[in-house]
């Protein structure tokens, strides 16, 4: 493979203990229509057999291997030792459909002016096929607004111009959960993302060991959005955007840890607004 290639597309997969399923993962990539590909998957500190399963794949992937830091740290290094133009992310427990990166690499073919695009997905929870509420519906476009109140990005599902990274930053490693949510703000913010309006990813949920189940995903996206309009590089129209959400969660989050006897982390949520707003916004 030549990995100079200009349309390569990287595929970074983090994984921790999760060899019972990252085999499906990676042999999705391997069955794609399109090539070239280079994957990489980074072992993120795994205590099961997740070294010997990767083994079994020889030259066809490139392996990396950290401490347990968690998947921003492992996506970062990925996208770090990345070779590609492109690069498609894959959780360790989702997988794609042959047509998936043709698909995409067709989508950019047709629009040089893109920089990120997903595609549709289909929903297995818990081994079951479910439908999205329609509030998980994915929009195209420019989407900052609706990407405020919930994730509408499915990492699995999206594929991005490396230098979009260099232009908008990497994963917050600080974030255990919503690291995704954070990202796509700060891109949709300032770029299109674009859906294509077809099921080629397969996204698995309802296990135990998914992070999601242990954080509060609020919480987090709180954070996001306070970090996003500090930052002083939303416009106006965005800023106040911004703040009405951040409003809303704060309010919810906060009386929710009152209700749960949190109350000193319920009154500094309740506070939090006006502290990083002002009064006058």
């Known amino acids: 493979m030549n990995l100079n290639y200009e349309k390569l597309v990287s595929v970074i997969i983090p994984t921790f203990d999760r060899a019972w399923v990252l085999k499906t993962a990676i042999d999705s990539v391997l069955s794609q229509i399109y090539t070239p590909i280079e994957i990489i998957v980074i072992n993120d500190g795994s205590t099961d057999n997740t070294l010997d399963l990767l083994a079994g794949y020889g ?36 997988v794609w459909t042959p047509d998936k990166i043709s698909c995409q690499i067709d989508f950019f073919d047709q629009h040089p002016e893109a920089l990120i695009c997903q595609t549709e997905e289909i929903w297995i929870r818990k ?8 509030k998980h519906k994915k929009p195209s476009g420019m989407i900052f607004e609706p990407s405020l109140h919930l994730c509408l990005v499915s990492p699995s599902a999206v594929m991005i111009h490396k230098n979009l990274f260099a232009l908008k930053g990497e994963f917050d490693e600080t974030f255990p959960v919503c690291e995704d949510y954070d990202l796509w703000l700060r891109i949709s913010a300032d770029y299109p993302i674009f859906l294509i309006d077809k099921p080629c990813t397969i996204k698995h949920g309802g296990h135990e060991d998914q992070l999601s189940a242990h954080h509060s995903q609020d919480k987090y996206r709180i954070a996001s959005i306070a970090n996003l309009i500090e930052s002083k590089s939303l416009s106006r129209e965005q800023e106040q955007m911004a703040a009405r959400v951040l409003e809303e969660k704060c309010r919810i989050y906060g009386n929710g840890c009152l209700k749960r006897g949190r109350t000193q982390e319920g009154q500094y949520y309740l506070g939090l607004y006006e502290s990083i707003l002002g009064v006058g916004l």
């Open 59 to 94: 030259n066809k992937i490139q392996v990396l291997n950290q401490e347990n830091r968690g998947v921003s740290a492992a996506r970062n290094m990925g996208i770090q030792h990345s070779k590609g133009q492109y690069i498609a992310l894959l959780d360790s427990d989702d």
């Open 127 to 134: 081994g079951r096929r479910v439908n999205p509420k329609v």
